[in-house]
């Protein structure tokens, strides 16, 4: 039955393009993980720039559930400031640079994360 195969190929080429935006878009639980564990310490808990160690800095971390500020930034620039770090970014050096640490794919799922902080509650 050729309508059949017909079928099933679409339904093939739609899952196979889901997956596709899934990888590209990120996983926002998994970035959610790795915030609490890597950037929370400085950020705060909920993103706010209330980290235990943020009393310690200056200028303080950047509160990312700010709308007004992170809606300016480019997904790409989230990316590239936490891949090179503040000092790279002509920012300051105390947001560390985490290429060390994570994939692009782990920055990657941070960024849709940081985006649920400010756009819509994840
Ligand atoms: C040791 C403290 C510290 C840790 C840990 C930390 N940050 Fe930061 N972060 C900062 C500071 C300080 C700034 C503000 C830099 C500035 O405005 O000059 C900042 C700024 C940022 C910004 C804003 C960039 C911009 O253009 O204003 C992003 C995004 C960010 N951090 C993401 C992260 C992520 C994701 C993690 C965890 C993987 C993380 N940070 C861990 C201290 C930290």
Redesign the pocket.
């Known amino acids: 039955m050729p309508a059949i195969s017909v079928w099933t190929l679409c339904v093939v080429v739609a899952v196979f393009q889901l997956m596709g935006v899934a990888w590209a878009a990120g996983d926002v639980a998994k970035g959610k993980a790795?915030?609490q564990e890597?950037?929370a310490?400085?950020?705060g808990a909920s993103g706010k720039g209330d980290g235990p160690?943020a009393a310690a800095?200056n200028?303080?971390?950047?509160n990312?559930t700010d709308a007004a500020y992170m809606n300016k930034?480019k997904d790409q620039?989230?990316f590239d400031?936490?891949k090179k770090g503040?000092q790279a970014m002509g920012?300051?050096p105390?947001?560390?640079a985490?290429s060390g640490q994570l994939t692009d794919a782990q920055i990657q799922d941070?960024v849709v994360y940081?985006r649920t902080l400010h756009r819509r509650k994840p």
Do not use: N, T
């Open positions: 790795k915030y890597l950037c310490a400085c950020h160690a800095l200028p303080k971390p950047r990312h930034l620039q989230l400031f936490i503040g920012k300051s105390l947001m560390p985490w941070l940081i």
